[in-house]
Nanobody
Framework: QVQLVESGGGLVQAGGSLRLSCAAS????????MGWFRQAPGKGREFVAS????????DRAGSVKGRFTISRDNAKNTVYLQMNSLKPEDTAVYYC????????????WGQGTQVTVGS
């Protein structure tokens, strides 16, 4: 099992930037595909980005391409989400998640961190 703790959320004006971090503990971090999801008020949880175990492959939702970048540091057991050119519609609780090797499901989730973008 892996435990995930997000940090870095906050309030920022439109056009600004934030970097979210997710620290993992409890298991071999490099054996997990990592991802970020978000949930805005009154909406379902949606995929934002993912990164392969080695960090060589990434995927992002169309709504954040060109603005958000996911990365990981396996030596620090941490995954990051760099968010630039933030928009009010990016306001949501952002969740870090982990998918074990061989699994098709995101099995582990952090508690979430709030990102609020003012207009």
């Amino acid at each position: 099992q892996v435990q995930l703790v997000e940090s870095g959320g906050g309030l920022v004006q439109a056009g600004g930037s934030l970097r979210l971090s997710c620290a993992a503990s409890g298991d071999t971090f490099s054996s997990y595909t990592m991802g970020w999801f978000r949930q805005a008020p009154g909406k379902g949880r949606e995929f934002v980005a993912s990164i392969s175990r080695s960090g060589s492959n990434t995927d992002r939702a169309g709504s954040v391409k060109g603005r958000f970048t996911i990365s990981r540091d396996n030596a620090k057991n941490t995954v990051y989400l760099q968010m630039n050119s933030l928009k009010p519609e990016d306001t949501a609780v952002y969740y870090c998640t982990a998918r074990p090797l061989g699994s098709s499901a995101w099995d582990y989730w952090g508690q979430g961190t709030q990102v609020t973008v003012g207009s």
